[in-house]
Nanobody, 129 residues
Framework: QVQLVESGGGLVQPGGSLRLSCETSGFTLDDHAIGWFRRAPGKEREGISCISRINSSDGKANYADSVKGRFTISRDNAKNTVYLQMHSLKPEDPAVYYC???????????????????WGQGTQVTVSS
């Protein structure tokens, strides 16, 4: 059974940092691109970061402009886990954060949510002083 379980969300002050984890099971992580998405109240779910499958583009990462330079995605295949390190959190970053897996073969990962096949339940990130 395919599962993705996010953790690491919480309350942080503006300018603070959090590291989200996406623990996966039921599929081979190497063969899937993994994306991080978020949905803020009243907004659509947006893709913010993804990391390519290992055997294409060497696991290249992509980022939305809104998080570029502040967030870093990484994967630990030995632990079947993908991380999203978030720094310099802003008042516009609060949302439910989701990870998702794309089983399709693409040279680079893509932030379009329609491409992702499996989703986690999400973890809440709140930024407030």
């Amino acid at each position: 059974q395919v599962q993705l379980v996010e953790s690491g969300g919480g309350l942080v002050q503006p300018g603070g940092s959090l590291r989200l984890s996406c623990e996966t099971s039921g599929f081979t992580l190497d063969d899937h691109a993994i994306g991080w998405f978020r949905r803020a109240p009243g907004k659509e779910r947006e893709g913010i970061s993804c990391i390519s499958r290992i055997n294409s583009s060497d696991g290249k990462a992509n980022y939305a402009d809104s998080v570029k330079g502040r967030f870093t995605i990484s994967r630990d295949n030995a632990k079947n886990t993908v991380y999203l390190q978030m720094h310099s959190l802003k008042p516009e970053d609060p949302a439910v954060y989701y990870c998702a897996a794309d089983k399709g073969w693409r040279w680079e990962c893509d932030l379009r949510r329609a491409l992702y096949d499996y989703w986690g339940q999400g973890t809440q990130v709140t930024v407030s002083s």
